[in-house]
């Protein structure tokens, strides 16, 4: 089968959650013989969409990318300004419109060649309801489409063009049960298929771990954050969290790794990383106290599988269902919704290594049950056959 992609970014140094779930996807089917090609943009920073990639078809571990101009860079304080304003406001559907282009990556270019090139493929499958390139796309696309949402509970899901991104694909593949269930007060998806999917997570084979902690300068006890490293992340919150904690613990240490797009402070016991060799990183992740995830908005969380793939409890933002959902299914972590329960879950990690390490296996046992590679294949390949035959 001819599978094609749509997706807002993508690329080896593009590492946001949908863009990198996408890229691994289509990866793992051209290794079992789809023909995959990606339709995308040029941009590979997010906030302002500029072009940066050139322009044409390019090839990635064997899928092919067709990557199309930005027409216009995003002004990321003048976009949040009207989504304040379109978010409270009565307003109209141009209105609406006007906030999708302004949202992006507004790429008419993408949109055209997708209803040019729609015959080449046997179905298309959407990632991300939330921009440009999935709203125009649906639309231009007449045949076989399924959408993977990628999506968290938000002020966006309730505009009414939303319901247009929601009722064109025949198909749906959710990243936990909580995201299928959240969607579902918004959304009717009677008589669509659905499947709880996710992506698959490598399980690394253990190893000594001690060598690449003290090559990199940390010193157990520590916390670990994994990933973008922004605000909107809930990085702030947990800096501060972790300083208050600090003061009465100073033998921890918080150890970040991924893109930094904020200021971190200089602290003797918080330690960034950057971006480091995956080895590396499931080593670090293996000997933490625990991973903290404190973003208030997730639909899956790949950090989460990961640290529970090397025998690491999670420590997550109660507010956020799907990360609740991993540590109540899973039997693989605790969450908090403020710094005292932050502080005593710390403590309880510290203090019980019998929890830590029941976790750690729990944790272990949940993602080989529900997010192996196999598992997630198997499943893709199920929506694909249904996809085939299915009348457009």
Not at 105 to 131: M, Q
Not at 195 to 207: K, L, N, R, S
Not at 336 to 362: H, P, R, V
Request: proline share 5%.
């Amino acid at each position: 089968m001819k599978i094609a992609f749509v997706i807002q970014r993508y690329g080896k140094e593009v590492m946001g959650g949908s863009e990198l779930h996408c890229r691994e996807v289509a990866e793992r089917l051209v290794e079992k013989g789809y023909d995959c090609t990606v339709y995308t943009t040029a941009a590979k920073d997010y906030i302002t969409w500029k072009n940066e990639y050139s322009l044409g078809e390019a090839i990635l571990n064997g899928v092919i990318i067709k990557r199309y101009p930005v027409e216009r860079e995003r002004n990321i304080q003048s976009f949040n300004q009207y989504s304040d304003w379109i978010f409270n406001n009565a307003h109209t559907h141009e209105n609406e419109l006007e906030w999708m282009e302004k949202q992006g990556p507004y790429s008419p270019a993408l949109i055209r060649a997708l209803e040019e090139e729609e015959g080449c493929h046997d179905c298309f499958v959407f990632f991300t309801y939330l921009y440009y390139n999935t709203y125009w796309g649906l639309k231009a696309i007449r045949g076989k489409k399924a959408l993977v949402p990628t999506a968290h509970d938000e002020p966006a899901l309730r505009l009414g063009i939303m319901k247009e991104v929601f009722a064109l694909p025949e198909a749906f593949m959710f990243n936990t049960e909580s995201e299928k269930q959240m969607l579902s007060r918004y959304f009717c998806f009677e008589n669509k298929y659905q499947d709880i999917v996710g992506v698959g997570v490598d399980i690394p084979q253990e190893h000594s771990v001690s060598d690449v902690a003290r090559r990199y300068g940390i010193c157990p006890p520590y916390i670990l954050y994994a990933g973008r490293i922004e605000p909107g992340k809930g990085c702030q919150e947990l800096i501060n969290y972790f300083m208050r904690y600090n003061r009465q613990n100073p033998d921890v240490m918080f150890v970040l790794i991924g893109k930094q797009l904020m200021d971190l402070p200089s602290h003797p016991k918080i330690k960034y990383l950057g971006f480091i060799p995956q080895e590396d990183k499931n080593a670090i992740m293996a000997s933490a106290l625990a991973t903290v995830h404190p973003s208030h908005f997730e639909s899956l969380c790949m950090a989460a599988l990961e640290s529970m793939a090397v025998k690491t409890p999670i420590l997550v933002q109660e507010k956020t269902d799907p990360l609740r959902q991993h540590c109540l299914n899973g039997q693989s972590g605790l969450y908090y919704s403020e710094f005292e329960e932050f502080q005593e879950a710390l403590d309880l990690m510290i203090k019980d290594t019998k929890l830590t390490e029941a976790m750690g296996e729990n944790g272990l046992r949940y993602v080989k049950q529900n997010y192996s590679w196999p598992r997630i294949l198997e499943k893709y390949s199920k929506l694909l056959d249904f996809l085939k035959t299915k009348r457009p």
